[in-house]
Nanobody, 119 residues
Framework: EVQLVESGGGLVQAGGSLRVPCAAS??????????IAWFRQAPGKEREGVSV????????WYADSVKGRFTISTDNGKNTVYLQMNSLEPEDTAVYYC??????????WGQGTQVTVSS
């Protein structure tokens, strides 16, 4: 069974940086055919995609709102995906969710971690 556990959220000032990890189990990084993504949901807003990375070839996609500021990466040895967030803005305040989707488009979600950016 696939399980995703986020951590590392917290409070940071605008302009600051934060790295949130998501530890995965139930599939193998760098081998199994999964797409791994970060989503976020701000209060009163719909959940939106932030970044996606292919587990097989490492190709990544970013939402326009975070391009150039956020970086998604994986550590295959630790089966962990990271979201490095730089130049944070108050608009980045949200609950950040880790997501994995297998070859049949079945999706798995973590419990989320709160990121709050103060102005």
């Amino acid at each position: 069974e696939v399980q995703l556990v986020e951590s590392g959220g917290g409070l940071v000032q605008a302009g600051g940086s934060l790295r949130v990890p998501c530890a995965a189990s139930g599939f193998r990084f760098g081998f199994d055919d999964y797409a791994i993504a970060w989503f976020r949901q701000a209060p009163g807003k719909e959940r939106e995609g932030v970044s996606v990375i292919s587990n097989k070839d490492g190709c990544a996609w970013y939402a326009d709102s975070v391009k150039g500021r956020f970086t998604i990466s994986t550590d295959n040895g630790k089966n962990t995906v990271y979201l490095q967030m730089n130049s944070l803005e108050p608009e980045d305040t949200a609950v950040y969710y880790c997501n994995a989707e297998d070859w049949s488009f079945k999706a798995y979600w973590g419990q989320g971690t709160q990121v709050t950016v103060s102005s």
